[in-house]
């Protein structure tokens, strides 16, 4: 087995390589009835099929990523009412995983001042 290069003394680095070794080997199980209630909410507010599939992993992902129970998630969106605007409240909740210079749905208008903007022609 090779140890990783460190500064640090190697007393007990076996343990820790076997740790790190099987953290990822536990599977992520989510029930088909999860992915069905997903789907089931997003084909309502979409009514497109591949748009209501990509939602649903999005959100399994995102969930997964933020240890969040996907039905919890599924429940909030549900409590916002028939009318509310799921692309907004939809990329807000994406947006928790993702890097700040790449936002989905966030509309950044800079405000300009006024004596700047007098002197950009249009």
Do not use: C, W
């Amino acid at each position: 087995m090779a140890y990783p290069a460190t500064n640090l003394p190697i007393d007990d680095i076996a343990d820790t390589m076997a740790y790190f070794a099987q953290v990822y080997d536990r599977p992520i199980e989510i029930t088909q009835n999860v992915v069905d209630a997903l789907y089931a909410f997003f084909i309502s507010r979409t009514e497109n099929k591949d748009a209501a599939m990509a939602l649903v992993n999005s959100v399994l992902v995102t969930s997964l990523n933020e240890r969040i129970n996907p039905m919890t998630l599924l429940d909030d969106f549900r409590a916002l009412g028939d009318d509310f605007v799921l692309d907004a409240h939809l990329a807000n909740f994406l947006n928790t995983s993702r890097n700040n210079t790449s936002m989905l749905g966030v509309i950044n208008v800079p405000r300009i001042n006024h004596h700047i903007a007098r002197t950009i022609l249009t």
